[in-house]
Nanobody, 124 residues
Framework: QVQLVESGGGLVQAGDSLRLSCAASRRTFSMYTVGWFRQAPGKEREFVAAISWSGGSTYYGDSVKGRFTISRDNAKNTVYLQMNSLKPEDTAVYYC?????????????????WGQGTQVTVSS
């Protein structure tokens, strides 16, 4: 089992930046694809970004392309989500999750373990 802890959320203004972190409890974290998803009140969970086990491949949802960057440091068992040019519509709870390699990274159901989430609120 892999335990995931997200951090870095908060209240910011439109145009600001935040960096979210996802820390894992196990060294085998490095073998997993890691994804970020978000869920706003009354809306379905939305794919944000994902990164392959090596960091060599990254994937982004259309609404965040060009503004968000996902990266990982396997030595620290941590994945980051740098969020720039934040908009009010980015307001949501952000979750990280892990999946075995070879699965479609934008599909929530392929992920095996999830964190508890961190709130991001962007004011206009």
């Amino acid at each position: 089992q892999v335990q995931l802890v997200e951090s870095g959320g908060g209240l910011v203004q439109a145009g600001d930046s935040l960096r979210l972190s996802c820390a894992a409890s196990r060294r085998t974290f490095s073998m997993y694809t890691v994804g970020w998803f978000r869920q706003a009140p009354g809306k379905e969970r939305e794919f944000v970004a994902a990164i392959s086990w090596s960091g060599g491949s990254t994937y982004y949802g259309d609404s965040v392309k060009g503004r968000f960057t996902i990266s990982r440091d396997n030595a620290k068992n941590t994945v980051y989500l740098q969020m720039n040019s934040l908009k009010p519509e980015d307001t949501a709870v952000y979750y990280c999750a892990v999946a075995l390699p070879g699965r479609a990274p934008s599909i929530a159901t392929v992920y095996d373990y999830w964190g508890q989430g961190t709130q991001v609120t962007v004011s206009s």
